[in-house]
């Protein structure tokens, strides 16, 4: 019931394309929804996150869909460069007096070709 | 944005011998750190919740006597492999949160620990 599911696990798309990343969760006490992008040998840095209050949330290239009853939410890279090419994770929290502890989705590599 | 510092960046030990990583908030005070291992293509796994002042709490699986964290004040914590062996070899990560501001946990950029 912890558990978030990322898929797919990698992706492959060409410089200026869409990259569309997706998650679910089953733990309805989530109630904070952050993405993460690692690259090799650094932590990771978040990217955009949402509340489920909130069906959608744009920051400049990024946009976070969500989908409370499916339980689900997923990642929209616009106009994708080759510097996004990285590891992407989603996330999900708790609150309350868990708030800061996150399970993470599995993580997609995504690789955007020049 | 509140910066979240390791140290070291990456370490290299024998095998038996006990490693020390520390996690610093910059910027801000953290009454709650956690931390995190990843292994090489993997999720990042929470381990423990360290408290301020308090003990930490440990996820299941994770063996308290082998990894032990200290969280003496309130920019501080750290965690000690203890009688590290190869299989401990991974990425380890810490975050940090400003419980004063409703923001996001922070990452620290995380420390490679290679036991051989």
């Known amino acids: 019931q912890q558990q978030v599911k990322q898929s797919p696990q990698s992706l492959i798309v060409q410089k200026g394309g869409i990259s569309i990343i997706n998650c679910a969760y089953e733990n309805t006490a989530f109630d904070y929804f952050p993405w993460y992008q690692q690259f090799p040998g650094k932590g990771p840095a978040l990217l955009i996150a949402?509340?489920?209050?909130?069906s959608e949330k744009k920051e400049g290239r990024f946009t976070i869909s969500f989908n409370k009853s499916a339980k689900q939410f997923s990642l929209h890279i616009m106009d994708s460069q080759p510097g996004d090419s990285a590891t992407y994770f989603c996330?999900?929290?708790?609150?309350?007096?868990?708030?800061?502890?996150?399970?993470f989705g599995q993580g997609t590599i995504l690789t955007v070709h020049p | 944005g509140a910066v979240v510092s390791q140290h070291p960046s990456w370490v290299i030990c024998k095998s038996g011998t006990s490693v020390k990583i520390e996690c610093r908030s910059l910027?801000?005070?953290?009454?709650?750190m956690f931390w995190y291992r990843q292994f090489p293509k993997q999720s990042l796994m929470l381990m423990a919740t360290s408290n301020e002042g308090s003990k930490a709490t440990y996820e299941q699986g994770v063996e308290k006597d082998k990894f032990l964290i200290n969280h003496a004040s309130l920019t501080l914590s750290t965690l000690t492999v203890t009688s590290a062996h190869p299989e401990d070899s991974s990425f380890y990560i810490c975050s940090a949160r400003d419980w004063k501001v409703n923001t996001e946990a922070f990452f620290g950029q995380g420390t490679r620990l290679t036991v051989v």
């Open positions: 949402i509340r489920p209050d909130v």
């Open positions: 910027d801000f005070q953290a009454t709650t």
């Open positions: 996330a999900a929290d708790a609150g309350g007096t868990s708030y800061g502890k996150l399970t």
